[in-house]
């Protein structure tokens, strides 16, 4: 999954990607308002995190503007302004949450759990193929019951698959979801996730299977 970092803290910004990383969520950072325009008009998002002080404005306005022009995109809204008009004023301008600095990361990350899961983006819970069941919150997998250790990447290919339920995730698409624009990404980077995930899943006796559909991407099925 992807989502759109807007905030002109570099290091605030960074340290926000990687925790979201770990969690299998792909970040675009935009460091203005401009920015920010420009990549939700290139690009699909499933969650906004929004900061309210950006060089050309106020986060809060911009958001504001979005929501009359009809788009409900999940948003959080980061602000070191902590007075209680202020959330309001957050909550009001069509924020889904609202979060005031300091804050941890974990903490922005079980937010954005909770507005994907209310906007039903993200849905937790488990999903089955065969023997295989997949948490998709904690990316926790497990087969006949035992616990499989995976990657975060490797967790989120499993999840892409997982959630198109039999249908083929392209090599494309999985490269957009498992990858941020910085990442130095080699031609066969997903063969080799692909790869990766099909050793575990069968050394630890998966009954689903990757499947290669050639020249357009894979799917997971029951094995026959
Ligand atoms: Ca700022």
Do not use: W
């Not at 106020?58 to 959080?76: C, E, I, S, W, Y």
């Amino acid at each position: 999954m992807r989502a759109l970092l807007v905030e002109d803290d570099v290091a605030l910004a960074a340290a926000l990607a990687d925790a979201l990383a770990r969690a299998a969520i792909m970040v675009d950072h935009a460091t203005s308002i401009e920015e920010a325009r420009v990549r939700l008009s290139t690009n699909a998002y499933a969650a906004m995190i929004l900061d309210r002080g950006l060089p050309d404005g106020d986060g809060l306005v911009f958001l504001r503007n979005m929501r009359q022009a009809g788009k409900g995109l999940p948003t959080v809204v980061l602000t070191a302004r902590g007075e209680v008009q202020a959330r309001i004023d957050g909550l009001d301008a069509g924020a889904d949450d609202y979060m005031t600095k300091p804050f941890s990361p974990d903490e922005l990350l079980a937010r954005m759990r909770a507005i994907l899961r209310r906007n039903g983006t993200y849905q937790g819970r488990e999903v089955t193929c065969a023997n295989l069941m997949f948490d998709v919150d904690n990316l926790a997998l497990r087969i006949e019951g035992q616990t499989v250790a995976l990657s975060a990447r490797e967790a989120g290919l499993l999840g892409l698959l997982l959630r198109r339920d039999g249908q083929v995730v392209t090599k494309r698409l999985a490269e957009d979801q498992l990858f941020g624009p910085n990442d130095l990404l080699g031609s066969n980077a997903i063969e080799v996730y692909v790869h990766r995930l099909r050793q575990k899943l069968e050394s630890a006796g998966s009954r689903a299977e990757i499947v290669t559909i050639r020249g357009v991407g894979y799917l997971i099925k029951a094995r026959q």
